[in-house]
């Protein structure tokens, strides 16, 4: 049961991304106030939040606008005190009142989300319209939003490019990928996957992972742009290599699945010229003597690296497929008791599992195979059945297939008896 690509089109519509409530000791790096100040920082790096806030309460009430910042950050957050939206907008308030652009920031995101605030997108394009002509970037991201999408006043489409493209000018990143959101989505402008894949192409030249990653499931799957496996093979590898656990699911999958390659495309003839020099019999003509111009290239070692990669950052969908590969024996040397243990921390891996979880539907296939098959554990049909109704319980075709069978062949199946 191999499992798709994790990046395949959908980002989660244009949505209000990370606003500027970054860290509290990212408020402290130019607040040098004298000796509370350093004994709040001090508390800050040791994380004794509730210290911190005791060294900043003087400090804020006396007017000092980076401990005003903090104070509201510490309430934000809820660290070291009761977590208060209503004392971080008041503690906001008065640091954006002294033109504090982080302040203001965070002041506009809580009137977006309506946190110890009505919700008020007049008031936030006021504030972040303020953060923005001091070059606050995180402004730029929001106060772009709220334009695109006529929240707080005139719906202006080219006013927002203008906004997040000046933003993009001064480095950010996020930005770009922002605007491609709109496109891809077709949110407040006509969809256009083209323009979405270039602006997607900007953010991942400056180092957007999330850029990377959807932008190499644009060249996997030729959506506005010429498809090219070897082009993902970039973008993926790009991201997999800083960590981007979903692009080292995608680039383990393409490895499984296999990558095509033309001798046409860039990389594409370099790869063609060294088969030739191995003599690889890929590359043989065919009975009418027509050689191939491009061809599909698996890597199941590489695979199972990124799958394990992936499955230890938290994916789930990698486990089960480690799972699997350690259980057919590719890529790999055969292991069933391995594949019994992913297929376990697969299938419990959520503890209240919904329809539709893949995952944990899938390793509860997988060990109810094994204990079906007797494949590295004692054949037991009465397990294996429970594990198959969990599976089917969680709508997993498989599962209700492998059922069908048995009750065919004559097996005693309560999926009611084998779920207690």
């Not at 991304?17 to 709040?40: C, H, I, K, Q, S």
């Not at 393409?254 to 495309?265: N, S, T």
Request: hydrophobic share 45%.
């Amino acid at each position: 049961m191999r499992t798709v690509f994790s990046a395949v089109i959908p980002f989660a519509a244009a949505q209000f991304v990370a606003v500027a409530v970054a860290t509290v000791l990212f408020a402290l790096v130019a607040w040098t106030a004298g000796a509370r100040a350093d004994e709040a920082s001090e508390a800050l790096a040791r994380q004794d939040y509730a210290a911190a806030a005791e060294a900043l309460r003087p400090q804020a009430a006396r007017g000092d606008a980076a401990a005003q910042l903090s104070l509201g950050l510490l309430y934000l957050n809820g660290q070291g005190v009761a977590q208060d939206f209503g004392e971080a907008k008041k503690w906001f308030g008065k640091s954006a009142d002294q033109g504090n652009d982080q302040a203001e920031t965070n002041l506009a995101a809580l009137y977006v989300q309506g946190r110890g605030v009505k919700q008020d997108y007049t008031e936030a394009r006021k504030w972040l319209s303020k953060a923005v002509v001091k070059d606050n970037l995180a402004a730029s991201r929001m106060l772009g939003q709220l334009v695109m999408k006529g929240l707080g006043g005139k719906q202006d489409t080219a006013e927002a490019i203008r906004i997040f493209q000046s933003a993009v000018d001064k480095g950010d990143a996020e930005s770009a990928r922002i605007l491609a959101l709109f496109y891809i989505e077709g949110v407040s402008v006509a969809k256009d996957y083209v323009e979405g894949a270039k602006w997607l192409a900007k953010a991942a030249s400056m180092g957007d992972l999330a850029a990377a990653d959807q932008l190499g499931a644009f060249f996997h799957n030729g959506i506005g742009v010429n498809k090219s496996d070897l082009a993902a093979i970039r973008l993926w590898s790009q991201a997999a290599d800083k960590g981007d656990v979903s692009a080292q699911y995608d680039l383990a999958v393409l490895f499984d699945q296999g990558y095509a390659v033309r001798d046409d495309e860039p990389g594409g003839e370099e790869i063609f010229a060294k088969l030739r020099q191995q003599k690889d019999k890929t590359l043989d003509p065919d009975k009418d003597g027509r050689v191939p111009h491009a061809i599909v290239i698996h890597n199941l070692p590489e695979s199972l690296k990124l799958y394990q990669k992936a499955a230890d950052g938290g994916s789930k969908l990698a486990l089960l497929n480690l799972a699997e590969m350690y259980r057919d024996g590719r890529g790999a040397k055969q292991d069933y008791p391995r594949a019994m243990s992913l297929f376990n921390q697969a299938a419990t891996s959520t503890e209240n599992p919904r329809p539709g979880d893949l995952a944990v539907a899938g390793g509860e296939f997988g060990v109810g195979n094994l204990f079906e098959n007797g494949l590295g554990v004692p054949k037991d049909l009465a397990a294996a059945t429970s594990w198959y109704c969990k599976a089917a319980a969680l709508g997993l075709p498989a599962a209700k297939q492998a059922l069908g069978g048995m009750l065919a062949n004559g097996a005693n199946i309560s999926c009611q008896v084998a779920a207690k």
